[in-house]
């Protein structure tokens, strides 16, 4: 069974920066997509950024030049650098994981607040 296993999350002042992770195991195909999306209240959950196993990216217009997402070489473990944070980035961060291309995990989330 995947399971997905996120962190890094916490408050930040508008500006700051903050680095989330998130760790795959279990039952992983060698083809897979990780990513995050992230939702706020009373929103629809939405991508941020994916990245795929041979590193294709793709990223929300609203976080291009702000927001990285990478990935280990062993494939595994996801990063997302998160850069000039505004209020308006405040969510929970899922991550999120499409193994060979059909079945969808998800993480528990992680609380991601901006002030201003």
């Known amino acids: 069974q995947v399971q997905l296993v996120e962190s890094g999350g916490g408050l930040v002042q508008s500006g700051g920066s903050l680095r989330l992770s998130c760790s795959a195991s279990g039952g992983i195909f060698w083809r897979n997509t990780m990513g995050w999306y992230r939702q706020a209240p009373g929103k629809q959950r939405e991508l941020v950024a994916d990245?795929?196993?041979?590193?294709?990216?793709s990223y929300a217009d609203s976080v291009k030049g702000r927001f990285t997402i990478t990935r280990t070489n062993a494939g595994n473990t996801i990063y997302l650098q998160m850069n000039d944070l505004k209020p308006g980035d405040t969510a929970i961060y899922y991550c999120n994981l499409v193994n060979g291309g059909a079945d969808s995990y998800w993480g528990q989330g992680t609380q991601v607040t901006v002030s201003s």
């Open positions: 990245i795929t196993r041979v590193g294709m990216r």
